[in-house]
């Protein structure tokens, strides 16, 4: 796995293209989300229930994106910075930096752990 591979992923999680994304992905792979009870987040494991936890990004944001993708790869270490932005369905907007946390094995991601800044909802244009 290289950088220009981790910039192709983001660029088809920037299309909405789940076939894209997942291609990246182990059949054994773990998802730790930026949200949730845990202080790992809300864990997803296994590429159905991953495909499942971005396409519902998508669907709840049908503008989700992460822009000024950057990308460092050291063994089978990785490290994507970048910004996303997206709109909920009541109008109010989330921009917020954050950072992916890779493990992989061979050309595959086995592990994925997303951080984003805790940063107040922008509110719906008026």
């Known amino acids: 796995m290289t950088a220009d591979d981790l910039a192709k992923?983001?660029?088809?999680?920037?299309?909405?293209?789940?076939?894209?994304?997942?291609?990246?992905?182990?059949?054994?792979?773990?998802?730790?989300a930026v949200g949730g009870?845990?202080?790992?987040?809300?864990?997803f494991e296994g590429t159905q229930a991953i495909a499942d936890a971005?396409?519902?990004?998508?669907?709840?944001?049908?503008d989700a994106h992460w822009a000024h993708h950057g990308h460092f790869v050291h063994g089978d270490r990785a490290v994507s910075e970048w910004t996303f932005t997206g709109t909920n369905a009541d109008g109010s907007r989330i921009e917020a930096e954050g950072c992916?946390?890779?493990?992989?094995?061979?050309?595959?991601?086995?592990?994925?752990?997303?951080?984003?800044?805790n940063r107040p909802l922008i509110a719906a244009a008026a």
């Open 54 to 62: 971005f396409s519902g990004v998508w669907k709840s944001m049908p």
């Open 100 to 117: 992916d946390l890779f493990t992989m094995s061979g050309d595959r991601i086995v592990r994925k752990q997303a951080f984003r800044k």
């Open 9 to 32: 992923l983001f660029d088809a999680f920037n299309r909405h293209d789940i076939d894209g994304v997942m291609r990246f992905f182990s059949n054994d792979c773990v998802f730790n």
């Open 37 to 43: 009870a845990e202080a790992y987040g809300t864990r």
